[in-house]
């Protein structure tokens, strides 16, 4: 179980990187393409100082008509600036929602692969611990969110091998039997030890499968808790 913990740990901080990664470079090139756009773009004022420079140059355009023509360039010319203004706006708003748009999708991919990886762990696992609540008065022991009741025998050898699993160490039969029953080390048997062991595993995986996957339903009979989709007869 603890190497299983380390490799989800692992790949949520690699997940993690990579979507500070990913934001990053987005925002980047986003930022990097929407600048080169917006300096492309050419002067708002451009058109207007073009058509001043032509009449200061040519000194004979003073008729009436040249000057009707002078205010027809320049409304044209204002109306020029406003709309490359126009095109500026819509350009950076884009950018925005497209910069949004990416990083909601990157975020939503690294969620799914890490997802993925998750799920693989676990079905590679079977059932996996999150927690683990020994009660001695109740003499029940409460896997993630089930409870199953076992014998006092069975309690006391849980209880041995959660504090030997606190404390990182790894019990042999003779030593499991002399902490259960007090006696000497060198008095105690292997196969005492393992004896309690079978019985543990006996009653306490009984109840798991019974409650994970062969249920009984009171008065109706006994049927499998999975879905029917997923039973295959070779």
Known sequence: MPPIAVSVSESLRSGSRLVSLGIAAIVAILAITG????????????????????????????????????????????????????????IFVLLIFATALLVAALVFLVMLVT?????????????????????????TVYLNTMGFKLTDAMMETLSVLAEARLD?????????????SGKSESDCEEAAGA???????????NQIVSELLVKNIARRGYVLAIDKGVIEMV
């Not at 019990?171 to 902490?179: D, K, N, R, V």
């Open 195 to 205: 004896t309690r062991i079978k019985r543990l595993r006996d009653g306490l995986g």
């Open 115 to 139: 997802l993925n990886r998750r799920m693989a762990q676990i079905e590679r696992s079977g059932i996996e611990v999150s927690s683990l609540i020994i009660s001695r008065e109740e003499r």
């Open 35 to 90: 600048g080169l756009l917006i300096l492309t773009l050419p002067d708002a004022n451009a058109f207007n100082a073009r058509v001043e420079r032509i009449f200061v140059e040519n000194d004979a355009l003073t008729g009436e008509g040249e000057i009707k023509l002078l205010e027809i360039l320049a409304q044209s010319g204002t109306a020029f600036s406003d709309v490359l203004a126009s095109y500026r706006t819509i």
């Open 168 to 180: 990182d160490e790894m019990l042999t039969g003779a030593q499991i039997e002399s902490m259960i």
